[in-house]
Nanobody, 121 residues
Framework: QVQLVESGGGLVQAGGSLRLSCAAS????????MGWYRQAPGSQRELVAS???????NYADSVKGRFTISRDNAKKTVYLQMNDLKPEDTAVYYC???????????????WGQGTQVIVSS
């Protein structure tokens, strides 16, 4: 019904930059919110950044000033620009979209399959 395709992960050195992309496709009536989560080994999945349909953004304290979330509504794509990467940023990153598939249906969460980000020191 709704598919999310992530790209942009990889291996970078500390201080480097990376941009993640997540493109949505399928039967989409509206997108209420978009977000990026990450899960490090041995840790729970945590919210990194989010953006509402109105453009309001929210960031985890650990990434403020370094990461920027943005979106392209026409392309149904959300981005995460990651600058000044640190080893602590190493994790699998997942995009999340809150999507309504028809006017009569409740919004549901859809997840990307995850992309690995490794930051070496």
């Amino acid at each position: 019904q709704v598919q999310l395709v992530e790209s942009g992960g990889g291996l970078v050195q500390a201080g480097g930059s990376l941009r993640l992309s997540c493109a949505a496709s399928g039967h989409i009536f509206s997108i209420n919110a978009m977000g990026w989560y990450r899960q490090a080994p041995g840790s729970q999945r945590e919210l990194v950044a989010s953006i509402t349909s109105g453009g309001t953004t929210n960031y985890a304290d650990s990434v403020k000033g370094r990461f920027t979330i943005s979106r392209d509504n026409a392309k149904k794509t959300v981005y995460l620009q990651m600058n000044d990467l640190k080893p602590e940023d190493t994790a699998v990153y997942y995009c999340n979209l809150v999507v309504q598939t028809s006017w009569s249906r409740r919004a549901n969460d859809y997840w990307g399959q995850g992309t690995q980000v490794i930051v070496s020191s």
